[in-house]
């Protein structure tokens, strides 16, 4: 599967922005679930902040290596 650099770069600086704002509004507010809920909601919040964080990382730096030519 090819996707373009543009489109990491985008879905990535989204999946990260609404990861991090899930987790500073959850520590602000206080949002609770319940205990087998809870863990899954925030390891699922977690992995998708990760995996916004690396395709916007791995779009920066094919972006980069783009313009120098190779």
Sequence with gaps: ??????????????????GALAIVLSMLLEWTAPRPWGFLIGFGVGVLTGLGATLAIVGLIERRRGSQGA
Excluded: R
């Excluded at 090819?2 to 600086?13: A, C, D, L, M, W």
């Design 1 to 18: 599967m090819n996707i373009s650099t543009q489109t990491k770069i985008g879905v990535g600086s989204v999946l990260s922005t609404f």
